[in-house]
């Protein structure tokens, strides 16, 4: 069953078209990016869906509320981690009254709030500075808190907007996992929105790019993959003259592209399973040595930067 | 509505307010000119005057020039705390949290409201009592007979108009601070609408004919059309708040 659902949902400011007639359906349980550019909307949609702003036109249904109709039933299941959430935790409180401020504003069980909380600060190592001003934690700590106040009332649906900016790596993988953790734990939904490509490549099951409000391309990740995989690359990495191995490569009626690195080329080839050995053997006539000759991985970044060039044009 | 919600947001806005110094000083400063404006005068005539008699028509006279002088002081933190209700939020980038919890409009409003009705209507009661107990004390140790300073029809006008008032003033500053983008923009505007709200805490001045003397049926009549005033200002500036409450242009605001 699907837990959010946007149709035709647009926001204007004046003459800027913020979000554009956004159509999505995702699922429950999903893990859902939502990538693009700076300025293409995202955060527009996470407010649009948290019910902070109201819809020009159109409307989102999060778990059969409608962001219109049924705004504080909307903001009692859904946990929201703001733009640059590291700044939006009360500096003159500790860590600690945070937590215990949000938590009886969203009604958790007061028996059960200083165990959650514990259980919370402690998972995202923060238990120790539990005492400590919010205002004196570090950035990613203050990242962290500002995540453990979203999920504190355990939402059915999060909307996590850049949830890994502000983390160092260790904690960002925690943040990872927690997302994975509650997703198979609990059912629970989540709607990230990130610049992060190799992060959301990890995390979500299910993806859009958006640009200029409208959403260019979805499906979930699998789908996407294999819509990378349609596109062969070869990374040949050699010891010698590159811009040579480039244009002996470029001249072959097969290679399509050719890109230059700093040890290697890479190459896209049609039919490459029989091409590769006469590239491969151009090369070595022409005394280039070949330490590597591999398919290049193809990530959800080159896929992005294609939807959104496309976009443009 | 839960009350008990908006108590919350009440507690936890004071208790930050509250641990800044400045504040918390500034508080109590501002809250002790009036009486010490109060306590200087009733002192002044008790030790200069020449028989119980004439102390009784001066101290007439006076109250009603004075006794609103409790409640105007009370009306100044009030502003300036109701200013940053919500501009405030703003500014350190916690409004949209907030605005993401399951509290209605209602119930934020009420907070914010009562988180600067709290402190001043403490204020306020603190410096009735206050005044009224150096009153006292200082009426004995002079040698006359006890007399309340401010009189009745003064502590009608406080403990009704006051904190009718402080409301609307604070509902009207919480509307102002919904709309602006900066803290001192609010400030600025806090400053002039104290003005505003202060005259008709200034209607007893009316019970005063050309030579100063006391009408006692004029006194209760201008109390009475102060507090009807009051209440239709709080009644109107708290529905204008209410209905002008938008969380689409405070967070386009951001």
């Known amino acids: ?313 | 509505m839960a009350l008990n919600k908006s108590m919350i947001v009440a507690r936890t806005d004071l208790s930050m307010a509250m641990k800044v110094s400045y504040v918390k000083y500034g508080l109590i400063f501002t809250a002790a000119i009036g009486p010490i404006m109060a306590i200087g005068t009733v002192g002044l005539l008790v030790f200069t005057a020449a028989n119980a008699t004439d102390l009784l028509v001066i101290m007439q006279m006076v109250s009603p020039l004075m006794s609103p002088m409790l409640g105007l002081v009370a009306i100044i933190p009030a502003s300036l705390i109701a200013a940053n209700a919500l501009v405030g939020e703003r500014e350190q980038n916690t409004l949209e949290p907030l605005l993401c919890t399951p509290l209605t409009d209602r119930e934020l409003l009420t907070g914010k409201v009562l988180s600067s009705f709290i402190p001043s209507i403490v204020l306020l009661l603190g410096s009735i009592v206050i005044t009224e107990i150096a009153t006292i004390a200082m009426f004995l140790i002079a040698g006359y007979p006890p007399m309340l300073f401010p009189d009745i029809t003064g502590l009608v006008l406080l403990l009704t108009a006051g904190p009718l008032v402080i409301l609307a003033m604070n509902s009207v500053m919480i509307l102002i601070s919904g709309r602006v983008s900066r803290v001192y923009e609010a400030y600025q505007v806090s400053g002039a609408s104290v003005m505003i709200f202060m005259i008709p805490m200034l209607l007893p001045l009316v019970s005063l004919d050309s030579g100063g003397a006391i009408d006692p049926a004029a006194i209760w009549f201008s109390d009475i059309i102060t507090i009807l005033i009051a209440s239709v200002l709080f009644i109107v500036t708290w529905a204008l708040a209410f209905s002008k409450f938008n969380r689409d242009r405070m967070v386009s605001l951001v």
């Open chain 1, 1 to 313: 069953m699907d837990e959010v659902v946007i149709s035709g949902l647009t926001k204007n400011f004046g003459d800027l078209v913020a979000v554009d007639h956004m159509e999505l359906n995702i699922p429950g349980g999903t893990i859902f990016g939502l990538l693009g550019p700076n300025g293409a909307g995202k955060s527009t949609t996470t407010r649009l869906l948290s019910t902070l702003l109201r819809p020009t036109d159109g409307t989102a249904v999060v778990c059969e509320f409608d962001i219109i109709e049924d705004p504080v039933r909307v903001r009692e299941i859904t946990g929201v981690l703001p733009e640059e959430g590291n700044h939006t935790v009360y500096p003159s409180l500790t860590a600690y009254e945070n937590l215990v401020y949000f938590g009886k504003l969203y009604s958790v069980p007061e028996e059960e709030l200083p165990e959650r909380i514990e259980e919370l600060l402690t998972f995202m190592g923060l238990w120790d500075r539990k005492d400590d001003k919010a205002g004196e934690l570090s950035t990613g700590n203050r990242q962290r808190l500002a995540l453990c106040r979203a999920m504190l009332h355990r939402p059915r649906v999060l909307l996590l907007d850049e949830p890994t900016s502000a983390l160092d790596p260790i904690a960002a993988k925690r943040v990872r996992d927690l997302i994975l953790n509650l997703s198979r734990q609990y059912g629970q939904t989540f709607f990230i929105n990130s610049h992060n490509l190799p992060e959301v490549q990890r995390v979500c099951n299910r993806i859009a790019i958006i640009d200029e409000g409208k959403i260019l391309l979805e499906g979930n990740t699998q789908e996407l993959r294999e819509k990378l995989l349609a596109k062969q690359e070869f990374r040949i990495r050699i010891v010698g003259d590159i811009e040579k191995a480039s244009s002996i490569a470029k001249s072959m009626d097969f290679v399509q592209e050719v890109k230059e690195e700093v040890d290697s080329i890479i190459v896209t080839i049609e039919d490459p399973t029989t091409n590769n050995s006469a590239l491969m053997q151009s090369l070595l006539f022409a005394g280039i040595k070949i330490v590597e000759f591999a398919e290049e991985e193809a990530t959800l970044e080159d896929l992005y930067l294609d939807v959104v060039k496309e976009g443009d044009v």
